[in-house]
């Protein structure tokens, strides 16, 4: 067929131009896909590999790979492939809930603030700047060590340390877009405030806030990690990759896949989010 015939990528429709970039970005589509099957493996393994991550056998310490054991034994005699996979429900959930709250919390606070500005800017971005000037980590650390380290406590931590970083992203997003003349439009129509925000704007801030928010995943995931390796994270006997790495720090020269194993399903899953992250800056950026 002539090329002359065929659409362009400036003629293509939307989905078409958007799929475009996406086939252009092979490494992104094979970071979405390693996601997927991790996802798949930790959600639905547990159910094909029935093995309870926390059942000790004295009998086979620190033992080898074998039928029995696939990825071999802890120092308990815990299975480590049955850990893995129960340790990678609780470390994605966290990754993924304590973005959640940063996304929530940074949205609001970054959207009232550039969309009212004045002493709504003020007040929220000096909070935000105060945020920002505490190195996020020593933030956690402090707040998990007063308050405790209950799951919950640890989600709600992890995503108030990755707030302020979606804020200013939003702020910015939000104070580009507040003057245009479709939001000029929606009020001489006398659409609310709220319409006006959550309808017409965050719309238009959504895919930004999409890869910081993919990037903060990774971040949670490794901050949840050094909590745990700290021994402020998750607790025994509720297995995650972090508290795993703890437990293997005593044995990292006698058996040292006790630590491999976990340290390598973190470095892949936040390698994956990451380059996820930059892809989709790529693939949503409409100036692409």
Known sequence: MDSTLQPSASTAPPHSRFWLRVRRNPVGLGAFIVLCLLTVLVVFGPSLYR????????????????????????????????????????????????????????????????YFQGWAETVVMRLVDVFMSIPSFFLVLVI???FGNHPLT???????????????????????????????????????HARIMFR?????VLPQAIVLATLGVGWAIL???ALSYLGLGIQPPLASW???????????YSNPMLAIWPGLFIAVTVLAFNILGNALRDVLDPRG
């Open 51 to 114: 093995v309870a991550p926390d059942s000790t056998d004295p009998l086979n310490i620190l033992a080898a790979p074998s039928p029995a054991h696939p990825f071999g034994t802890d120092e308990l005699g815990r299975d480590m492939l049955s850990r893995l996979l129960y340790g990678g429900r609780v470390s994605l959930a966290v990754g993924l809930l304590s973005m959640l709250v940063g996304l929530t919390i940074g949205t609001l606070a970054g959207g009232i603030a550039g």
């Open 144 to 146: 998990v060590t007063v």
């Open 154 to 192: 640890v989600v709600v931590t992890v995503g108030i340390g990755f707030w302020a970083q979606m804020a200013r992203v939003v702020f910015a997003e939000f104070t580009k877009y507040r003057g245009r003349e479709f939001v000029e439009a929606m009020h001489a129509l006398g659409a609310s």
């Open 200 to 204: 017409h704007i965050f719309p238009q």
């Open 223 to 225: 901050t949840e990690a």
């Open 242 to 252: 972090g508290n795993m790495l703890q437990n293997a720090q005593a044995y990292l």
